[in-house]
């Protein structure tokens, strides 16, 4: 197999190199960044990439789910200190091609990471499922806003003015822009474009109901 390095910590690449090579056939090769990665896939576009996504230079996970999404032969094992529900829930919902692994984490699992990428499977440890699980729960959590605050989600999401919203409900502008920060501050969201996520996900609209 052909496995490439993406990982900027020097003793982190010496020690998966080792380990990669106690199987002769395996060749190893290193990407410092972006750039050296694309080009060794386009190279070797069925290698496994050992990624540490907090280290690298992929501006987003957009970026790196294109990436991904273009060598759809590859592999990926995410090898990181800390990465987030959100990322971890994202990324693998996108794509079959993540595993996902932590660097604290034993030994036995970069084994089993490793022989799954081989048989084109993933593996996700138990520490990313759990963090999987307990997004997958927060979005999916009703009680978050206020059947109020649920209402105007939805007309948000579904393109809807403030002047509009208050009008439906015989209110006033400022309680729907009041409602508005509410529900802004409790989702930790900044725009609308993010309302539209939310609301997607949790199940508040259906995409049929409007046009990206």
């Not at 440890?125 to 806003?145: G, M, T, W």
């Not at 969201?189 to 508040?204: D, P, Q, S, W």
């Amino acid at each position: 197999m052909d496995f490439i390095l993406a990982d900027n910590q020097e003793l982190t690449r010496w020690a998966l190199e080792a380990l990669i090579q106690q199987t002769q056939d395996n060749v190893v090769y290193k990407a410092s960044n972006r750039a050296g990665l694309v080009q060794l896939l386009i190279e070797h576009s069925d290698a496994t990439v050992l990624l540490d996504y907090t280290l690298f230079d992929f501006a987003d996970e957009d970026q790196l789910l294109i990436t991904v999404e273009r060598f759809a032969q590859s592999q990926w094992i995410l090898l990181s200190d800390e990465l987030t529900p959100q990322f971890l829930r994202r990324v693998t919902y996108a794509s079959r091609q993540f595993s996902v692994l932590f660097k604290d984490g034993p030994l036995s699992e970069v084994r089993q990471a490793l022989s799954a990428a081989a048989q084109h499977e993933r593996y996700l440890c138990q520490r990313a499922l759990e963090a999987i699980i307990s997004q997958q729960q927060e979005v999916e959590k009703p009680d978050l806003l206020t059947a109020t605050e649920t209402e105007i989600v939805r007309a948000i999401a579904l393109g809807k003015t403030t002047k509009e919203i208050a009008n439906e409900r015989f209110a006033s502008i400022h309680t729907i822009t009041t409602h508005r920060k509410n529900i802004f501050r409790k989702l930790n969201i900044n725009t609308a474009h993010e309302v539209v996520k939310y609301a997607l996900r949790a199940g508040l609209i259906d995409s049929s109901e409007f046009y990206i």
